[in-house]
């Protein structure tokens, strides 16, 4: 459905050089936080055109499993730039993610997401707060790479790339230049995930080696959330993989204040969608209760993309000032600091009432400048590593859970090329010297390595696989383990 609202010329380019942007209107809440963005947008002379698309339960109950009518895609492909409101996952099982399926499709590899206090406007005890999440947005756990591999157990794989680790660790840091800011803090878990989550901390370190002008840290994520919840004000920008930074930056936008007032930005080098962080606030449709700030952030992180700095400027400023005038929906609104409770309409013609107008406490925002264009990210070329196959993990399915007893089959199975060296459960060595505590599982990873650090060849690898396939033992995965520039591509078993 294309509701645009200006005559578009052949090619799609609008008749009065307005820039052309799709646009969903969204569930719940959505339609009334857009109108009122959109309002904003066009008093503030953002000269915009719309081409509205379908995206959300309609569509999901029409039987479109992705959630976003096929036109959408044609749209986005024109446009590159998409202002999205909040959608609905219906209930049940079969929906896949909309905001997987854009960032992937799209290759919007970037979250961004401020997360800023306005104290003394809005209750938070964080006063100082004015923290920047960004969140690598494409891959870790979000491959939906999932399996059930036994009766007891299921697993889901973790994946972290060189490229996609050096993108958006490259990206933080030019932010940080870009906004001004002084430090960027990396978030890991790599005392556990050494090899994964080491290779985001690994390009961190790199990467910032380029940016001496920027302060740079790394906490583990643990202790770095429970910093971040308690003094949020020592951070500046923070750099995660995926699922660290998708549980964060809702945790930081909630603590800044709500999480009705934070905006987000999800960049790839050809697109781009903007959205609020927060979802479709059924409870909430159609009372004219909405906060539709959130999504306005998210399109003052669009004007400045699109080059529309100045517009950006104006919108941020008035609607600052509209929060420091205390004219605030019921979700920060607060006896004694606001002035009035007021509708979602009501509050976009506030700060339609202040266009021109700046912050007279807090602090104006400055896009004008140099801020306003988009970031680019160009990732180094390097030579690739000399890989060297050296062994296999093979994954069991042992329902008898008798580490001697498989043992004593598989090491036979090794044959003339290979030995066993190791067996695990979940992870922690069972075998040799096992810990008769540890509980395992029918799930056993059975590690080979080449007789006395031999390199091995796929023909042997087939070979040990076709010795098993004569057992009556079950292998339910094969990972082989490489040795790369003559190191290993592999983590030790725990215990071993
Ligand atoms: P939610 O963010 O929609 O709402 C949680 C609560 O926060 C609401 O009940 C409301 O009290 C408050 N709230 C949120 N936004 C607000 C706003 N703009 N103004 C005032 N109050 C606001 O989270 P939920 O209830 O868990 O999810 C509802 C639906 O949204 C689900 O179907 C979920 O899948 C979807 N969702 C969509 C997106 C997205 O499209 N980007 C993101 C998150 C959740």
């Not at 959408?72 to 997987?100: C, H």
């Not at 606030?281 to 529309?308: C, D, E, I, T």
Request: net charge neutral; glycine share 10%.
């Amino acid at each position: 459905m294309s509701q645009s609202s200006t005559q578009t010329l052949p090619g799609g380019a609008p008749a009065t050089g307005k820039t052309r942007i799709t646009v969903a209107r969204g569930d719940g809440i959505g339609p009334e936080i857009m109108e009122a963005t959109l309002a904003v947008l066009d008093a503030a002379g953002a000269n915009l055109d719309y081409d509205y698309i379908e995206v959300g339960e309609q569509v999901y109950l029409k039987g479109n499993a992705a959630g976003i009518e096929p036109r959408a895609w044609d749209s986005l492909k024109e446009t590159r730039v998409f202002l999205k409101a909040p959608i609905t996952t219906p209930q049940g099982g079969g929906y896949k993610s909309l905001n997987v399926t854009t960032r992937k499709a799209l290759g919007l590899f970037a979250n961004v997401r401020p997360c800023v206090a306005y104290h003394p406007f809005v209750r938070t005890k964080h006063p100082a707060m004015d923290v920047v999440i960004v969140r690598e947005n494409e891959e870790d756990t979000y491959g939906g790479i999932e399996h059930r591999q036994t009766d007891e157990v299921v697993q889901c794989l973790k994946l972290i790339s060189r490229p996609g680790s050096e993108k958006i660790v490259r990206y933080a840091f030019e932010y940080a230049r870009r906004y001004g800011r002084k430090k960027v803090t990396c978030f890991t878990k790599d005392n556990i995930m050494k090899m994964t989550d080491g290779l985001f901390h690994k390009l961190f370190e790199e990467v910032g080696a380029e940016y001496p002008d920027i302060e740079k840290e790394h906490w583990i994520v643990d202790i770095g959330a429970a910093k971040l919840a308690d003094t949020p004000e020592v951070f500046d920008v923070i750099v995660m993989p995926n699922l660290y930074g998708d549980i964060l930056s809702d945790v930081a936008a909630q603590i800044a204040g709500s999480v009705g007032l934070a905006g987000s930005s999800n960049i790839g080098a050809g697109y781009a969608m903007f959205e609020a962080i927060h979802g479709s606030a059924p409870r909430r449709a159609g009372q004219n209760l909405a906060n539709p700030s959130g999504l306005m952030l998210g399109a003052v992180m669009m004007l400045v993309h699109l080059g529309k700095g100045e517009v950006a400027e104006r919108v941020h400023n008035a609607w600052l000032r509209t929060i420091e005038d205390g004219m605030h929906t019921y979700d920060i609104f607060k006896e004694g600091t606001s002035k009035e409770k007021v509708g979602t309409k009501e509050f976009a013609q506030a700060i339609i009432a202040r266009m021109g107008q700046e912050p007279a406490t807090l602090k104006p925002v400055r896009y004008a400048g140099g801020a306003s264009k988009p970031i680019q990210i160009t990732i180094k070329e390097r030579k690739r590593a000399r890989k060297e196959l050296v062994g296999i993990d093979i994954i069991v399915d042992d329902p008898r859970k008798s580490p001697a007893g498989l043992a004593d089959v598989m090491q036979k199975l090794g044959g003339k090329d290979f030995d066993l060296v190791m067996m695990s459960s979940r992870g922690m060595k069972i075998w040799p010297d096992g810990n008769p505590e540890t509980i395992i599982m029918d799930h056993i990873r059975c590690r080979y390595m080449g007789r006395d650090g031999q390199v091995v060849s796929h023909d042997g690898l087939a070979e040990l696989l076709g010795r098993l396939a004569n057992t009556n033992i079950d292998f339910v995965q094969i990972m082989n383990l490489y040795n790369f520039d003559g190191q290993p591509g592999f983590s030790l078993g725990q215990g071993q």
